[in-house]
């Protein structure tokens, strides 16, 4: 079992930055893919960003290329979102889940452990 524990969301006027970590427990963390979703009320799930176990490997959505930049430190067992000139159509929850699939895979079906999730929203 791998326990994940978003935080890092809040309250940021548009152009503005966050940073989002997720803290995992449990399982070797570091063999885990890991993998950033929103969902927006009203809208379905959507991938935003995923790193591979080593982090040599990432993958993002259209929507937040050159914005949001995914990173990992396995030795605090954390990943991080750091999102930059948001939007406010980055406002969603954003949840982090993770996967022994190898790579950076932006399916949610991958993905078997999840957090529940921290809010952003962005005021314009």
């Known amino acids: 079992q791998v326990q994940?524990?978003?935080s890092g969301g809040g309250l940021m006027q548009a152009g503005g930055s966050l940073r989002l970590s997720c803290a995992a427990s449990g399982r070797t963390f570091s063999r885990f893919s890991v993998g950033w979703f929103r969902q927006a009320p009203g809208k379905a799930r959507e991938f935003?960003?995923?790193i591979s176990w080593s982090g040599a490997d990432t993958y993002y959505a259209d929507s937040v290329k050159g914005r949001f930049t995914v990173s990992r430190d396995n030795t605090?067992?954390?990943v991080y979102l750091q999102m930059n000139s948001l939007k406010p159509e980055d406002t969603a929850v954003y949840s982090c889940a993770a996967t022994i699939t190898e790579g950076a895979p932006s399916m949610s079906w991958h993905y078997n452990?999840?957090?529940?999730g921290t809010q952003v929203t962005v005021s314009s």
């Open 4 to 6: 994940l524990a978003e």
């Open 48 to 50: 935003v960003a995923a």
């Open 76 to 78: 605090k067992n954390t």
């Open 113 to 116: 452990y999840w957090g529940r």
